[in-house]
């Protein structure tokens, strides 16, 4: 059974009765040279242990197989995983979750021995599934995923873009992203309404504050960027319960931070929040 070919893909799912879900996001990857590229992108070697989101009906899962130690593999879908179960049955370094992502813990998992994140993610859970790998404690040491290209360009955004927000402070905090490559609808089956694109991230060797402030840092750019459009001063005065300060107070921690009071959210670089956050937590 070829899985890049369409042809054997849509004769395999109407063999064992199965009708994608869109709900699901079951969109399986029918194109050798992007599968191909994300495994090249993993640079996977037999020390590695690798988590893949959502396997589907294998086509990853049997590349990460061939080059990795081990795989553990979490898929939603009861009926894909009883497939997996059975097409997998005498391999030893898989192991099979018949779960939602999202009630998995991942940092648990990444505890047990997991370096690597290696997932063609479902489009309706792929962000929130990538916070919570970039808010475990430990994270992944390398994350490469295939997101909806809108998503892969708001992990990757620059300061001063429309596409910089949270999600992109969250990932650039812990990790270098970069947009390895876009995808067209065709090379997956069946056919998203959207294009897609892999997305690397590689962690950085230190995370550059404290796991208290590490707290700070997640719900202060949460809070600020529900703000976008208003100027930092007046929205660091808005959130008493995280910062207790009067509003001079806060005029002089930016000052000092060479941060101007009139910016926005969007204007302030990975570096200059972290920063904020230490002199908002000086002494604490
Ligand atoms: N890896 C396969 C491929 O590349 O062809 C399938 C990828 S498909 C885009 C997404 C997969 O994620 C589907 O198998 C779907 O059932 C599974 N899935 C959807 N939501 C999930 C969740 N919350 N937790 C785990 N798996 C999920």
Same mark, same amino acid.
């Given at each position: ?40 992108? #993993? ?55 018949? #779960? ?185």
């Amino acid at each position: 059974m070829n899985l890049t070919s369409p042809s054997h893909v849509r004769a395999l799912l109407d063999d064992i009765g199965f009708k994608p879900s869109k709900l699901l996001g079951q969109n399986f990857l029918i194109d050798r040279n992007i599968l191909d590229i994300i495994i090249k992108t #993993a640079g996977l070697t037999s020390a590695d242990h690798v988590l893949e989101i959502g396997p589907g009906l294998g086509v990853v899962t049997q590349q990460l197989l061939d080059k990795a130690g081990s795989v553990i593999a979490v898929e939603k879908d009861k009926r894909l995983f009883a497939y997996l179960q059975e097409k997998f049955k005498d391999v030893p370094n898989l192991r099979l979750i018949n #779960a939602d992502m999202l009630d998995v813990d991942t940092g648990e998992l990444i505890e047990s021995g997991v370096q690597k994140v290696v997932s063609n993610l479902p489009y309706s859970v792929g962000s929130r599934i990538l916070v919570d790998m970039m808010m475990a404690e430990p994270n992944p040491e390398l994350i490469v995923v295939t997101v909806q290209f809108e998503v892969a360009r708001r992990l990757a955004a620059q300061p001063d873009s429309k596409e910089y927000g949270v999600l992109s402070v969250w990932a650039q905090a812990g990790y270098d992203v970069e947009m390895v490559k876009s995808i067209s609808p065709g090379c997956f089956w069946p056919k998203p309404e959207v294009t897609s694109a892999i997305v690397c991230m590689k962690k950085h060797d230190h995370f550059p504050l404290t796991c208290m402030q590490k707290k700070v840092f997640f719900s202060l750019t949460k809070k600020m960027f529900a703000y976008r459009r208003k100027q930092l001063a007046s929205s660091l005065g808005r959130v008493p319960d995280l910062i207790k300060m009067s509003q001079k107070e806060i005029g002089a921690i930016l000052e000092n931070t060479g941060i101007d009071a009139k910016s926005r959210p969007e204007n302030i670089g990975i570096a200059k929040w972290c920063e904020l956050v230490k002199a908002l937590t000086y002494g604490k």
